[in-house]
């Protein structure tokens, strides 16, 4: 495989010059279309290989050989950086990727989503746990909060209540870019610290 995909560097070496021949998008394309699916040829067997450093190293260096034709950089251009420039996935990810699709699909492993035959289906009453409790609240200090975004802009609210009376109440204005979640979440962090803060007096 390595001999394979060198000789087709070098094949297209000479057509692809610093200042001529084939352009950026050809020579990505040759590679995706061409030298990709010749260097994951088998990948799902032999993807364990990369655990040692050197056979990582030499797939990296066929990688490197055409990124650095592809983005007609100079040499001393890291592959990660090659790869950034070139919009292309490291190849060591991409092989530890094919692995995963191939257990997957396999059905190796741990279990995912797939097609299977309805009488295989788990019943979900047998997942679903129903607890029952009483109507009164456990928590000794109850705190409501809230958060909104409108026209107006973004803002959050807490009412905390203790003895049924209201004890304490704060509004909150946030960035008008802030979220209509990013709001309930800071209600819901300054109940929890003022309260924190109350059963600490």
């Given at each position: 495989?390595?001999?394979?995909?060198?000789?087709?560097?070098?094949?297209?070496?000479?057509?692809?010059?610093?200042?001529?021949?084939?352009?950026?998008?050809?020579?990505?394309?040759?590679?995706?279309?061409?030298?990709?699916?010749?260097?994951?040829?088998?990948?799902?067997?032999?993807?364990?290989?990369?655990?040692?450093?050197?056979?990582?190293?030499?797939?990296?260096?066929?990688?490197?050989?055409?990124?650095?034709?592809?983005?007609?950089?100079?040499?001393?251009v890291s592959n990660e950086a090659l790869c950034v420039i070139n919009g292309i996935t490291t190849i060591h990810i991409t092989i530890y990727e094919i692995g995963r699709v191939y257990v997957i699909t396999q059905g190796i492993g741990t279990q995912y989503d797939r097609d299977m035959e309805l009488e295989n289906w788990t019943h979900?009453?047998?997942?679903?746990?129903?607890?029952?409790?009483?109507?009164?609240?456990?928590?000794?200090?109850?705190?409501?909060?809230?958060?909104?975004?409108?026209?107006?802009?973004?803002?959050?609210?807490?009412?905390?209540?203790?003895?049924?009376?209201?004890?304490?109440?704060?509004?909150?204005?946030?960035?008008?870019?802030?979220?209509?979640?990013?709001?309930?979440?800071?209600?819901?962090?300054?109940?929890?610290?003022?309260?924190?803060?109350?059963?600490?007096?």
């Open positions: 495989m390595e001999e394979k995909c060198v000789k087709l560097i070098f094949a297209l070496s000479r057509s692809a010059k610093v200042t001529w021949g084939l352009g950026h998008e050809a020579l990505k394309t040759i590679y995706t279309g061409g030298m990709l699916p010749l260097m994951l040829y088998g990948a799902p067997v032999w993807k364990n290989v990369l655990n040692k450093s050197n056979y990582k190293a030499k797939i990296n260096r066929i990688q490197r050989h055409i990124n650095l034709r592809i983005a007609r950089a100079y040499r001393t979900l009453a047998t997942h679903i746990k129903t607890i029952e409790g009483e109507e009164e609240s456990l928590h000794p200090i109850p705190a409501y909060t809230d958060g909104s975004k409108s026209d107006l802009g973004v803002g959050a609210g807490v009412v905390i209540f203790l003895d049924k009376n209201i004890m304490k109440t704060m509004q909150y204005r946030l960035n008008e870019r802030c979220s209509n979640n990013q709001a309930e979440q800071m209600a819901i962090l300054k109940a929890l610290e003022c309260i924190q803060n109350m059963e600490l007096d």
